[in-house]
C-alpha cells in the first residue's frame, strides 16, 4: 500500500472509529440524568437499576473514547506534520477549550462512577448531569475545528504564509454552526436508536420487560426527536455546502455537467471513467431547490472545477445516499413512534414498531459514518480547502502502511472486546436486576 | 501570555509524571509482586486510583494539546522523528486503559480477568520505559533532521543507550511513585510491608538505573554531567532530593505514611529540575547543534494570548473540582 494511500486510511479508521466510542460518551449520560432523575423523584427502583446498568456501559465506551482521543491527537502530528505545523496555532483555540472541557468531564465522571452513596443526591446527579454537558461541549468543539478545515476562517493568506492569525475567528468560521448542529443531532439520534433497539430486542424476548420498557422509553424519546430535526438541519448543511464548498456538493450529486434547473438523483451507479450516472431516478429541479432554495437556480457541476481538485465522486455519491436513506427511515420510524404515543397507544402491543428499532440498532451510526465520509473525502484533494493539499501534509517518514495495518488490528480487536463486554452485561441484567416483579406498570405506560 | 503558557506546559508535563506516573507505577508494582499476593495488591490499588485515573491522564492531552497550538513546530518535529516511539507509546496507553477498565467493568468475573491483568502490567511497564525513551532522546541531541537514510532519521535518534538508560530509569521512578502511594493507601500491615519492600526495591532500582544514564550519557557525548553538576540549581536540586530521600525512609521508620508521597513528589520534581533546567529553554536539541526553544517555536501573539486566557479561566473551573475529587475518594470507606 502506497504510504500516503495508508496514512489516509489509518487516520479515517482512527476517526471512525473514536466518533462511535465519543458519540455513547456524549449522550449516554444524558440518558442516564433522566433515569437517575426519576429515580431520585419517584423511589422506583428500576430507574435506578437502569442507571446503574447504564453506568457500566458507558464507563467502558468511555475509556475507549478517551483512549481513542489520545490517540488521535498524537496522530494528527504523526500523519499530517505538515499540515499541523501551520495549522495548530489557527485551529487550535477549539481544541485548547476542549481540553478544559475534557478535564471537567473526566472529573465529574470519577464524581459520578464512585459517588454512589458517597455523596449528597442531588450533587451526585449533577456530576452526571455535568459529564454530559461537557462531552457535549468537547464534541461541538472539536466540530468546530474540522469546520475550520472545510471552511478556513482567521489568517491571511499570502505567498505561502500565514499571516495575522486570529484563533477566535478560525473557530467561529462559516461552517461551524451547521456542522456541530447536524453532528449532536447525529450523536442523539445513532445513540438513541441503537440504544432503543437494544432494550426492544430485550422486550421481544420478554427477558424483564419493566426494566427494559422504561429503558426503551427514555432512549426512543431522545432518538424520534432528533430523527425528525435531522433532515431539516442536513437542508441546512447542504446549502451550506452549496455556498462554500460547490466541488463537494457536485461529488455528493455526482453531477458532473452544470445544469439549470439540476434534477435531484437517487440511488443511481457513478461510472467514474465516462463520467456518468446510470440506474438512477431523476427529480427534476430538485437539487436546484435542495441547494439554493429554488427550483431553477443553476447548480455548479464537476466541469467547473479543475480536474485535480475534484474529489473522488463515487464514494462521496455513494455516501450520500446511504446517509439520507437512511436518515429517511430513522425518520419515518419516529414519525411512526409518535403517532402511537399521541394515540396513547402501548407499542407493546405493536410488535411490528419493536421490530423496526431492533432493525435501526446499527443504522445511525452507519449514518454518522457515512456522513464522515461525505465531509472528509468530499473536502478531498484539500486538507484546508482551497489552501493546502493532503498530499503536502502527509508524513515523510515511509513505512506508514504498516502503521495502517497494525492499528487496524488493534482497533479490530478492541471492538470485538467492547461487544463481547457489552454482550455479557446485558446477558447479566436478569441476575443482577431481576425484581421478581413482571409489574402491571408495563401496561399502564 | 508566553510565561503563563511554558508554566502551564511544564506544570501539566510534572503532574503527569507525578500522578500518570504513580499511576503506571502501580501496574508496573503488580508486575512485580508475587502471583499470589496479586489479587490484594490489585483491589488496594484500584480502589486507590480507580476515581482520579482519567484526571490523571488528562495532563497528557493538556501538555499535547498546548504543544500542538503554542510550539508547533515542537510537536511536529516530535512526531516525525520520533514517529516509532511515540506509536509504541499509544499502543501502550491504548492496551493500558482498556484493560483497567474492562477488568473493572466485566461483568462475569472469569479467564478473562487474567488476560486483561496480563495486558495491563506489560502495558504499564511498556508505556513509561517509552515516555522516558521519547524524553530522553528530545534532549539528547540524537535527533538528526538532516539525515537522508532510514534508519539514521528514524531509528537512531530514540534507540541509543542514552534514552534506554532515560527509559528504565523512569520506569523506577513510577514504581516508586507508586510504592510510596500505595504504603499511605493499605489498611492491613502485612500489606503495607509489601509495599515498604517494594518501595526499596525500586528505590535501588533507580538509584542503578540513574548511574547507568550518567554512564549512557558519558559514552553518548550527552553533557548531562555538566547540565547537572556545573550548574548551581541543578546541583542544588540533586542535593535537594538526596536529602528528601533521606528524610522519607527516616519518617518511614517513624511509621508515618501519608506525608512520605509529599516527599516523593518533590524529589522527582527535583530530579526533572536537576535535567531540565540547564538546557532551558531549549525544548528539543538536535544533532547538528542547534536546538528548538520555547521562546523561538513560540505560535503568533493572538494564538499565544487566546491560549494562555483558556489556561487560566479553564483551571478556575478544573482545580476546585479536582481538588474536591481528590480530597472526597481520600476519605475511606466504611
Ligand atoms: C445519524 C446520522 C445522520 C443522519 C440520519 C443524517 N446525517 Fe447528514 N451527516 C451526519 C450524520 C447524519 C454527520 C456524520 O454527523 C455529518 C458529517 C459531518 C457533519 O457535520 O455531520 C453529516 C454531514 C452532512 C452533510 C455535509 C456537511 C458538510 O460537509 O459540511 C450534508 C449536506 C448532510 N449531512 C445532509 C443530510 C441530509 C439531507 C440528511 C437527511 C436525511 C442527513 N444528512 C441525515
Ligand atoms: C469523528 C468523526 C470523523 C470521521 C469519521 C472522519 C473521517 C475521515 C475520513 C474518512 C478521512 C479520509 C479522507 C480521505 O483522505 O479521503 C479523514 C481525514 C482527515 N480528517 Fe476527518 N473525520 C472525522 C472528524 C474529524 C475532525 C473533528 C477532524 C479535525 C479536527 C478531522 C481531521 C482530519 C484530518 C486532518 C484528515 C486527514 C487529511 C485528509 O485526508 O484530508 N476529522 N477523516
Ligand atoms: C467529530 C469528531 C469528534 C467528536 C464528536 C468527539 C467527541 C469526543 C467526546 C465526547 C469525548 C469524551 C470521551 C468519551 O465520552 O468517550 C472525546 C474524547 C477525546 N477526543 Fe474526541 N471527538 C471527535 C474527534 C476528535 C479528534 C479529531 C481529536 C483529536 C485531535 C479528539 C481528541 C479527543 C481526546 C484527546 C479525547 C480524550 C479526552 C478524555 O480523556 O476525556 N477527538 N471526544
Not at chain 1, 429503558?215 to 432528533?226: E, G, L, Q, S
Not at chain 1, 446549502?239 to 455537467?257: F, I, S
Not at chain 2, 542503578?208 to 548531562?224: K, S, W
Request: net charge positive; proline share 4%; hydrophobic share 55%.
Amino acid at each position: 500500500m502506497d504510504d500516503f494511500l495508508a496514512a489516509r486510511s489509518q487516520m479515517a479508521l482512527s476517526l471512525g472509529f473514536h466518533i462511535i466510542y465519543a458519540c455513547i460518551g456524549m449522550v449516554m449520560p444524558f440518558f442516564m440524568a433522566v433515569s437517575h432523575y426519576k429515580w431520585l423523584r419517584t423511589n422506583d427502583e428500576v430507574y435506578k437499576n437502569i442507571t446503574k446498568a447504564w453506568s457500566k456501559g458507558v464507563a467502558i465506551f468511555f475509556a475507549t473514547g478517551a483512549v481513542s482521543g489520545t490517540m488521535l491527537s498524537f496522530e494528527l502530528g504523526l500523519l499530517w506534520p505538515k499540515f499541523m505545523e501551520h495549522a495548530g496555532p489557527i485551529f487550535g483555540m477549539p481544541f485548547s477549550l476542549e481540553g478544559t472541557a475534557f478535564f471537567i468531564e473526566a472529573i465529574a465522571l470519577g464524581f459520578f462512577l464512585y459517588g454512589w452513596n458517597k455523596l449528597n443526591k442531588w450533587f451526585h446527579w449533577f456530576t452526571g448531569v455535568v459529564v454530559g454537558v461537557s462531552g457535549l461541549a468537547s464534541g461541538i468543539l472539536v466540530v468546530a475545528a474540522n469546520a475550520w478545515m472545510n471552511s478556513p476562517a482567521g489568517f491571511d493568506f499570502v505567498d505561502g504564509k500565514y499571516l495575522n492569525i486570529d484563533p477566535i475567528a478560525a473557530m467561529f468560521n462559516k461552517a461551524w454552526f451547521t456542522q456541530a448542529l447536524h453532528m449532536c443531532l447525529a450523536a442523539f439520534t445513532a445513540t438513541g436508536f441503537a440504544v432503543a433497539g437494544v432494550h426492544a430486542l430485550m422486550i421481544l424476548r420478554k427477558q424483564n420487560p419493566d426494566f427494559h420498557y422504561k429503558a426503551f422509553k427514555i432512549a426512543a424519546v431522545f432518538a424520534t426527536v432528533c430523527a425528525v430535526l435531522q433532515p431539516i438541519s442536513g437542508d441546512l448543511s447542504a446549502k451550506d455546502v452549496a455556498q462554500r464548498q460547490p466541488a463537494k456538493l457536485a461529488a455528493m450529486e455526482a453531477l458532473y455537467t452544470t445544469q439549470k434547473p439540476a434534477p435531484l438523483l437517487v440511488g443511481g451507479i457513478v461510472d467514474e471513467k465516462n463520467k456518468k450516472v446510470t440506474h438512477a431516478i431523476e427529480i427534476p429541479g430538485a437539487l436546484s431547490f435542495l441547494a439554493h432554495g429554488n427550483f431553477k437556480a443553476e447548480v455548479k457541476g464537476l466541469d467547473q472545477i479543475p480536474a485535480d481538485e475534484q474529489p473522488p465522486v463515487a464514494i462521496t455519491h455513494y455516501a450520500f445516499q446511504i446517509m439520507v436513506g437512511i436518515g429517511t427511515l430513522l425518520m419515518l420510524i419516529s414519525l411512526g413512534y409518535f403517532i402511537l404515543l399521541l394515540r396513547k397507544k402501548s407499542i407493546l402491543d405493536r410488535k411490528w414498531l419493536l421490530k423496526l428499532f431492533v432493525l435501526a440498532i446499527p443504522l445511525g451510526y452507519i449514518a454518522l459514518e457515512a456522513g464522515w465520509v461525505v465531509t472528509e473525502v468530499g473536502r478531498q484533494p484539500w486538507i484546508i480547502y482551497g489552501i493546502m493539499k493532503t498530499r503536502d501534509a502527509v508524513t515523510p517518514m515511509p513505512g506508514i502502511a504498516w502503521s495502517f495495518y497494525l492499528f487496524s488490528a488493534i482497533y479490530a480487536s478492541l471492538n470485538v472486546i467492547v461487544i463481547f463486554l457489552l454482550y455479557r452485561q446485558i446477558k447479566m441484567v436478569p441476575v443482577l436486576y431481576n425484581q421478581h416483579k413482571f409489574s402491571s406498570s408495563v401496561k399502564a405506560n | 501570555m508566553e510565561y503563563v503558557i511554558i508554566t502551564f506546559l511544564c506544570l501539566a508535563i510534572l503532574l503527569y509524571f507525578l500522578l500518570g506516573g504513580a499511576d503506571f507505577g502501580a501496574g508496573i508494582i503488580e508486575l512485580f509482586t508475587s502471583q499470589k499476593n496479586r489479587s490484594k495488591t490489585r483491589k488496594t490499588m484500584s480502589q486507590a486510583i480507580g476515581p482520579v485515573w482519567e484526571a490523571n491522564h488528562m495532563w497528557l492531552i493538556i501538555a499535547v494539546v498546548i504543544l500542538f497550538v503554542a510550539f508547533p513546530k515542537i510537536y511536529t518535529t516530535m512526531s516525525v522523528y520520533l514517529h516509532i516511539p511515540l506509536a509504541i507509546m499509544l499502543i501502550g496507553i491504548i492496551a493500558r486503559g482498556t484493560a483497567f477498565v474492562f477488568r473493572h467493568y466485566d461483568a462475569v468475573k472469569d479467564k478473562m480477568q487474567e488476560v486483561y491483568n496480563k495486558i495491563f502490567i506489560y502495558s504499564s511497564f511498556i508505556t513509561p520505559l517509552f515516555l522516558g525513551i521519547i524524553a530522553g532522546s528530545v534532549i539528547s541531541g540524537k535527533i538528526d533532521s538532516e539525515a537522508n537514510n532510514f534508519a539514521d532519521a528514524y531509528v537512531y535518534g530514540w534507540l541509543n543507550w542514552f534514552s534506554i538508560a532515560v527509559g528504565l530509569f523512569t520506569v523506577a521512578l513510577c514504581g516508586f511513585l507508586a510504592a510510596i502511594y500505595l504504603i499511605g493507601e493499605s489498611e492491613e500491615l502485612v500489606e503495607q510491608q509489601r509495599f515498604i519492600k517494594k518501595a526499596e526495591f525500586m528505590n535501588v532500582a533507580a538509584v542503578i538505573f540513574g548511574a547507568m544514564v550518567f554512564t549512557a550519557a558519558y559514552f553518548e557525548d550527552v553533557p548531562l554531567y555538566k547540565w547537572v553538576f556545573q550548574n548551581q540549581i541543578g546541583l542544588s536540586a540533586v542535593i535537594l532530593a538526596s536529602l528528601s530521600l533521606i528524610l522519607l525512609w527516616f519518617l518511614l521508620l517513624k511509621g508515618k505514611t501519608k506525608i512520605l508521597r509529599i516527599l516523593a513528589g518533590f524529589q522527582v520534581t527535583m530530579i526533572l529540575v536537576a535535567i531540565s533546567f540547564a538546557h532551558f529553554p531549549n525544548f528539543i536539541q538536535l544533532k547538528n547543534g542547534s536546538a528548538l526553544s520555547l521562546f523561538d517555536a513560540i505560535a503568533p501573539f493572538k494564538t499565544v494570548q487566546a491560549l494562555g486566557w483558556a489556561l487560566v479561566l479553564g483551571s478556575f473551573l478544573i482545580l476546585p473540582f479536582l481538588g474536591y475529587l481528590f480530597y472526597k475518594f481520600q476519605q475511606k470507606e466504611e
